[in-house]
């Protein structure tokens, strides 16, 4: 009986914490609808570091310039022409459901009125002599966007902060714990003011990695906050205690395996003003980012430098208009949505609406047809978002692979969105299976382009269909069977590209690239299988290689490229965008050749914070 009873308690308790878990998760999920429907976000980093266009904190923490000239940049932060209702209408327009300032960095410096212990502020000491925060706060909640405020844990200027620069330390914790106490005050007494005066939705912590979170106070600094909002949202960055994870910069390869994440992106290489940067990626590199950022179900947070007068940039204003104009012709196809179709059903970026009963194809490029494969749901309708007279028609065979086919489509600038409605929420097998067509089969195809696009899926797949064909190295002499059905336009293609046919072997896996590509035998060349005319430069994410040259196959043109975000502190690789002239497509598909400067190697790692540019 004993047993019995000491069974059931433990049962009841077993059961309790269940239900007490569940509650968490549900309690958790009603307090993240909101920012896993925004998508989109707009980060300001705004401080004195804008008057000399210098990296904000760093600058004098790794002694490019000393502390006392850093702190001189007080006397030229004028904010001037400072107009918030028009930065928060501008940010409106971008298509942003919230905004992310920098209230104080890790220089220390408040951009509102703090009246805590030594606190350094713009309205007391610079010559600006205002609040530069309550306006944008108040603009911000009167035209309906959710309010995020970023704050630095280290202060290096204040003198309770153990470290000063990254050579210099003030004390030691340990020798001194009633003066890191009165720091630990100081910066909760700060929170207590940004949390009473402007009643934000997320807090945006920065500079964990320098203390621990007993040593930081963590867990009572999120009780203190939870005080104000129950409902308050931490980013990952207060040890481990935050609420969704921020990978910094490098778009991740693969999907992260947080069901919450933001990735906080510069248009440029800088987070604050610097006047001389002016490696900005264009309009259409960012609208694909934050497609691709949707794909994998994430948020962008992207940044904004404004000038020390409060204007913002030109390029950057740019940006954030041309974004506008895709967020306001696709709002279906962005708020509210959860991530796409895995890359084996899929070559391509799509997202599904929380009801899962649409789904949304990004393209970016212009082309005739796509294929969706392992469906078990049908389409009952499909259609181009903003385009009226554009056609999508489709077919599924017996597999579950869906042949979408368009035709009068004004395809976008930037990406071009396919909606896809069903009657039931979309079922797919994630391990789906591609037609298994014959080489004679597809050499027989009359449509030359969906021939050499089911030439580079079964290449891709690791079905070399080429291998004992007849198929030579450069095209030639080749004894490839033929009969009387054979296409000699697809032979002719086959021809052109065969240095990417002969003996190549399985393509990239998910996430490097967003279509069909092989290596070849020695790994140290990629083919890229390009569809269509693409509406920028193609990209490819997570290579570790140099690059040796580029060219387009079988005419040997060579191809420029630029790499974004490779960071010279992180191990994590750029993204390669490479430039192809229209002039120089294929009519049918493009085949561009990677030579790497030694066997390929992959980024594939887990994404996390990035929180150190030491």
């Known amino acids: 009986m004993k047993g019995k009873f000491i069974c059931i308690l433990s049962l009841g308790l ?51 310039t000393n502390q006392e000239n850093y702190m001189k940049q007080l006397n030229g932060f004028s904010a001037a022409q400072y107009k918030p209702d028009e930065w928060v209408k501008l940010i409106k327009d971008s298509g942003a459901k919230y905004a992310v300032i920098t209230t104080k960095h890790h220089d220390g410096i408040a951009l509102w009125n703090s009246k805590a212990e030594k606190a350094t502020t713009i309205p007391k000491n610079s010559l600006a002599q205002k609040d530069v925060l309550t306006p944008f706060v108040s603009e911000l909640k009167k035209q309906g966007l959710k309010t995020g405020l970023y704050f630095s844990l280290p202060d290096w200027i204040h003198p309770y902060y153990d470290i000063n620069t990254k050579i210099k330390k003030r004390y030691q914790i340990k020798n001194d714990p009633q003066r890191w106490q009165n720091f630990v005050t100081y910066y909760q007494g700060q929170l207590n003011e940004l ?14 990695w320098e203390h621990s979170s007993e040593e930081w106070k963590a867990e009572q600094t999120l009780k203190n906050l939870r005080k104000y909002n129950p409902n308050i949202i931490i980013n990952s960055r207060l040890n481990n205690h935050g609420d969704y994870e921020t990978p910094e910069q490098g778009i991740p390869v693969i999907k992260p395996h947080y069901e919450y994440w933001e990735l906080c992106y510069t248009m440029n290489d800088a987070w604050g003003y610097q006047p001389f940067d002016t490696n900005y990626k264009t309009p259409n590199m960012m609208v694909r980012a934050l497609a691709d950022v949707i794909n994998m179900g994430g948020n962008l947070l992207l940044d904004v430098g404004p000038k020390a007068d409060g204007t913002i940039p030109e390029k950057q204003v740019e940006i954030l208009k041309a974004l506008g104009r895709w967020t306001s012709k696709h709002p279906d196809a962005i708020y509210g949505t959860r991530s796409g179709l895995p890359f084996e059903n899929f070559k391509g970026k799509s997202a599904f609406s929380k009801d899962g009963k649409k789904l949304f194809l990004f393209l970016e490029e212009a082309k005739d047809f796509t294929k969706i494969y392992g469906l078990h749901s049908t389409p009952v309708s499909g259609r181009i978002l903003g385009d009226r007279n554009g056609k999508v028609d489709f077919k599924k065979d017996n597999q579950g692979n869906l042949m979408i086919n368009f035709s009068q489509v004004n395809f976008d600038q930037d990406v ?24 004679s089969q597809i050499l027989e195809n009359p449509n030359v382009k969906l021939a050499a696009f089911e030439i580079a899926e079964r290449l891709h797949a690791g079905n ?8 030579t190295e450069d095209g030639l002499d080749m004894k490839i069977q033929k009969t009387s059905k054979t296409n000699p336009e697809v032979m002719n293609w086959i021809s052109k590209h065969a240095e990417a046919l002969f ?14 590509t092989v290596l070849s035998k020695d790994k140290q060349t990629l083919y890229i299988f390009v569809e269509g005319t693409p509406t920028g430069p193609i990209a490819l994410k997570g290579i570790k290689n140099g690059i040796a040259r580029i060219r387009i196959v079988g005419e040997g043109t060579l191809l420029t490229h630029q790499i974004f975000n490779k960071l010279y502190w992180s191990t994590t690789p750029g993204i390669i965008y490479i430039d192809v002239p229209k002039e120089k497509l294929d009519k049918n598909m493009t085949v561009v050749a990677v030579l790497l400067d030694k066997p390929i190697e992959l980024h594939r790692e887990k994404v996390g914070a990035i929180e150190n540019n030491l």
């Open 503 to 516: 003996e190549t072997e399985k393509g990239l896996p998910d996430g490097h690239f967003s279509g069909n």
């Open 14 to 64: 077993v059961l309790a914490a269940g239900k007490i878990h569940a509650q968490k998760e549900n309690s958790d999920s009603k307090k993240m609808e909101w920012f896993q429907d925004a998508k989109l976000g707009v980060f300001i980093h705004w401080g004195i570091y804008a008057v000399d266009g210098i990296p904000e904190s760093w600058s004098f923490f790794n002694n490019y």
């Open 195 to 208: 949390s009473s005066q402007y009643s934000p939705d997320l807090i945006w912590f920065d500079g964990d």
């Open 416 to 439: 071009t969105v396919v909606e896809l409605s069903f009657n039931e929420k979309i079922k797919f097998n994630e391990n789906s299976k591609e037609e298994n067509q014959s080489l």
């Open 464 to 471: 070399n269909i080429f291998n004992n064909s007849g198929l």
